[in-house]
């Protein structure tokens, strides 16, 4: 449903045209530590996004997701380093910053007292003179224009999500910034922001960083990844490098004639190999580029091959392992 | 810019708010209501101030005279029946049973002459506002003495004086057979004039009023007079009884004083300009208040050092004996202060503002004193929700994203909230002053209030109390305000400035007929609880809750209560900046 209609191309027309005007950069975190009462929950991190990107960005619970979010769109003050919206300080040009930025943190509590159009309206007469007339475009973008004068405690959480949506979007934000987005949304709402936050990245070049402890959540949605553990980032990856490889290591399960021999001959080759716990085939862990190298190694060693797959991806594996004393 | 986000709180946030909405209604209809209700309140209690209130439906008769019928309200009503019982009970029950039948035949003769007085008293003054009641009631003074005195020779009359008639026995039996006659002579044309106010025809009944008044306030000087030279007869033969002979005769000088140059004045005015007393006109109650004052301003003389220092309560309520002096004289000004007030204005013709309590003006300036308890109950409730609402509805998380800085978006709802509470109050007294105007008259708001330096306009003064109360409001305002942001919860930041302003009325009216200490005394100015309502700085009264401190030396003034309160409403306001700035929005 969040479908782009041929109603919204204006819309959507209009977004380019702000967002065509290029800064690769739309949000830089520089060494950003955060403590609160003297415990460090955020430690020295780094990340980026640029334009049209999607980024995931995923941790356990208690990680520093919201933390880190609440710094970026100024809920939070930052102990040290700085943050960057479109080249904009938000330590010294914070105005500017915000200007830039949409924002969904947590549930998106809205005003009961007030219609749909009145919490639009609202918010919008904080933004330029544009956010108001955006709001019925922005509607039809979260399909809520029919919905629009009913007061928002008739809502059902779907629709405040979407309304919630709707706000972050009004000023046309170069990024996006979403906390836990999907909580409370079903699977079809899922799908649906899905694809407009795609839809907005590709077509109008806004920049999205997505917070969840799930990653099959983002799976479908992130161009790339930061993965946070304890208040680090322990992880930065992107799709290309889980698909098409290069020189990052991944899992292959062998299945051969003798898995032992084949792990002692891989290890003699120098890769990473040992036999499954359920003895049936060999894992080893091998970049893409180094794949025929190991199978050559292994045939000329007198090993016999019967399949050799890419195991489960190392993102997941990751995410598993770094995951797995922290709670979910 | 700023004024768009001012203007977006206004209509988006405070406005649509039902509570605010509903409050803001209640407040206006509660100006219009005010003129309009004390209007009818006022006719409905003019008609039962006194007596008939009271006795209402306990199932009294009537008693009817020549046709007319005599109810409980009738300010007679009590003196009739029970004079009616006591003649039937001596015939029929045995009372008065020591005396002998010709005594009772003498008494029950003297019962009827009174009630016979009283029934005609009842047929023409029958309302206790009736400034004839007052010279009835002196007339019966009249009559049981002329009835002595034409019945002396009557061997039954002693003990009927003894029982019934209110006469010092042993000083008539001194008199002369001549001053007797003298006396009777001068008592019956007391009565007679007495009884000629028994007339509906009110010119002549005034003109009664005034014969006898002016000859009782003559007989009460020449009596003193006769006491102050037995007095002075008694100082030479006990010297050692001097300290309270004399005090004795200064106290009766006093009365001679006030009996001369204020009773017989009085009495002249109220003749030469036919001021009616209790008709309700201004003039008779700018007189009244003249009057008292300067009573009030005679008997008010401080009390020898001596005495003074042998009087354990003037030693605790005041520092020194000339702490005590300066009080003294303090009061005395404030009854001098009243005088030229009430004096001023009879000779302009115009009432001042306090003597016409029906009039635009001192309704419009009631309204605008007395509901600022309502006023205040409704800034703290907007200031406490303004804040702590948006942290309760966890709406602050979408507010604070925006490209305005905390101190812009505080600011807005500073503001505006502010301007609310502050503007409905302000517009509700001019929807007040409107329907006032509409109700008693627009014209009285031309009148001038009267001060020792001149007239002065109405609106000085009414604006002057205004902006005092601004103050109030802002200074509860902004201490809500600052709770809504530090602790981020409606109910508990609406609950302690109310506590803090019911606790403080208490506090104020423990302390302000109390005895205190130097410390407590020089601090109980700077307290904000001494200013939570400003009427009374507004009130020229010594009689008044702060006449009466300023008196004992707490020294509030309407300066320093403004003062406090903006003092405290500019810290209340620099915390909640700095607080609202700081804090991690972490809800
Ligand atoms: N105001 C705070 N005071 C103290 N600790 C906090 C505060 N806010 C968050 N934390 C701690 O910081 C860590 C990160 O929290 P959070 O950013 O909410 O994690 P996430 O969003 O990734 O689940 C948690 O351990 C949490 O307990
Ligand atoms: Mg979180």
Redesign the pocket.
């Known amino acids: 449903m969040f479908m782009v209609h041929f109603t919204c191309w204006a819309l959507l027309g209009k977004f380019i045209v702000m967002w065509k005007k290029a800064t690769m950069e739309l949000l830089k975190i520089e060494g950003v530590t955060k403590r ?2 003297k ?1 460090t ?1 955020i430690d020295n991190i780094n990340m980026q996004i640029n334009e049209g990107e999607i980024v995931g960005f995923l ?1 356990p ?7 880190t979010i609440k710094m970026v769109v100024g809920l939070f003050s930052i102990t040290s380093g700085e943050i960057y919206i479109c080249g904009h300080s938000i330590k010294t040009d914070y105005e500017s910053a915000m200007a830039n930025v949409g924002s969904i943190i947590e549930n998106p509590d809205l005003y009961k007292r007030l219609t749909g159009r009145g919490n639009l309206e609202y918010f919008a007469a904080m933004h330029s003179p544009e956010a108001m007339e955006n709001i019925g475009s922005v509607a039809q973008l979260v399909h809520m224009e029919g919905h629009l004068d009913e007061k928002l405690k008739t809502f059902s959480l779907g629709m405040r999500q979407r309304i919630g949506v709707a706000q972050a979007l009004l000023h046309m934000p170069r990024l996006l910034v979403l906390d836990e987005p999907t909580n409370g949304l079903d699977p079809k709402g899922i799908k649906e922001l899905r694809d407009l936050l795609k839809s907005l990245a590709k077509n109008s070049n806004v920049g999205v960083l997505v917070s969840s ?1 799930l990653l099959s959540e983002m799976e479908l949605l992130a161009d790339r990844y930061y993965i946070i553990d304890k208040g680090v980032i322990v992880e930065e990856i992107s799709v290309d490098d889980i698909n098409s490889g290069g020189e990052h290591t991944k899992e292959f399960h062998l299945e051969t004639d003798d898995n032992g021999a084949a792990a002692k001959k891989l290890t003699d080759l120098g890769f990473e190999a040992q036999v499954a716990e359920d003895g049936l085939s060999v894992i080893c862990l091998v970049s893409r580029d180094d794949v025929p190298r190991a199978i050559s190694g292994l045939v000329s060693g007198g090993v016999g091959i019967f399949s050799a797959v890419q195991g489960k991806e190392s993102l997941e594996e990751k995410y598993i392992n770094i995951t797995k004393d922290s709670e979910i | 810019m700023f004024f768009a986000q001012y203007k977006n709180e206004i209509r988006r946030s405070i406005f649509s708010s039902a509570f605010i909405v509903v409050i803001s209604i209640i407040f206006l209809v509660l100006s219009i209501a005010h003129p309009i209700l004390f209007r009818w309140n006022n006719t409905r209690n003019i008609n039962r101030r006194y007596g008939g209130y009271y006795y209402s439906g306990m199932g009294v008769d009537t008693i009817s005279i020549d046709g007319i019928s005599i109810g409980y309200d009738n300010p007679f009503y009590w003196e009739i029946s029970s004079l009616t019982e006591e003649i039937t009970r001596i015939t029929t029950s045995g009372d008065y049973a020591d005396l002998s039948s010709s005594a009772k035949e003498l008494m029950i003769k003297y019962l009827n002459l009174e009630l016979d007085y009283y029934r005609e008293a009842a047929k023409v003054a029958t309302d206790y506002m009736d400034f004839r009641v007052q010279i009835a009631y002196s007339g019966s003074n009249f009559l049981n003495k002329v009835f002595y005195y034409e019945h002396f020779s009557d061997p039954d009359i002693e003990a009927v004086a003894k029982q019934r008639l209110p006469i010092d026995l042993a000083q008539t039996a001194k008199m002369t057979e001549e001053e007797r006659m003298e006396e009777l002579a001068e008592l019956s044309g007391a009565l007679e004039d007495c009884r000629k106010i028994f007339t509906s025809d009110t010119n002549a009944a005034f003109g009664s009023y005034i014969k006898v008044r002016r000859y009782i306030e003559q007989v009460s000087i020449r009596d003193w007079n006769k006491e102050i030279d037995r007095l002075a007869e008694e100082l030479i033969k006990n010297p050692g009884r001097s300290v309270e002979i004399e005090s004795q005769i200064n106290g009766m000088r006093t009365s001679i004083e006030v009996a001369e140059t204020v009773n017989l004045p009085e009495i002249s005015y109220r003749e030469a300009n036919k001021i009616i007393p209790n008709d309700g006109s201004w003039q008779n109650a700018a007189l009244e208040s003249m009057v008292q004052n300067q009573q009030s301003f005679t008997y008010t003389v401080p009390a020898k050092e001596a005495e003074y220092l042998s009087s354990p309560y003037m030693m605790e309520n005041f520092d020194s004996y000339s702490a005590y002096l300066r009080s003294i004289e303090r009061q005395r000004s404030g009854f001098h202060e009243l005088v030229l007030i009430a004096k001023a204005s009879l000779d302009a013709g115009t009432p001042d503002m306090s003597f016409d309590r029906m009039g635009s003006r001192a309704v419009s300036f009631g309204y605008a004193s007395g509901w600022i308890g309502f006023a205040i109950i409704f800034s703290v409730m907007v200031g406490s929700w303004s804040v702590a609402n948006e942290f309760q509805a966890g709406t602050i998380r979408l507010l604070l994203v925006r490209p305005k800085t905390r101190n812009k978006i505080l600011a807005a709802k500073y503001l505006s909230a502010l301007s609310t509470a502050i503007g409905i109050f302000l517009a509700s007294c001019i929807v007040n002053m409107l329907v006032s105007g509409i109700v008693f008259g627009f014209a009285d708001f031309g009148n001038p209030n009267f001060t020792v330096t001149g007239p002065a306009s109405f609106f000085s003064k009414y604006f002057a109390l205004l902006a005092a109360n601004l103050a109030i409001l802002a200074m509860f305002f902004n201490v809500s305000f600052f709770l809504s942001t530090a602790t981020k919860n409606i109910a508990a930041s609406i609950v302690v400035p109310i506590v803090g302003y019911i606790g403080g009325n208490i506090l104020n009216a423990y302390f302000a007929y109390r005895t205190i200490n130097a410390t407590l005394k020089s601090l109980m100015p700077y307290m904000p609880f001494m200013y939570f309502n400003f009427t009374g700085f507004f009130e020229t009264s010594p009689y008044s809750a702060i006449g009466q401190m300023v008196s004992r030396g707490i020294e509030v003034s309407l300066a320093k209560g403004v003062t406090v309160h903006l003092a405290i409403a500019a810290v209340a306001l620099g915390l909640s900046f700095l607080i609202f700035n700081k804090q ?1 929005i ?1 809800s």
């Open positions: 609160i009462k415990k929950i941790g619970n208690g990680a520093g997701k919201t933390t402890h | 991690d972490t």
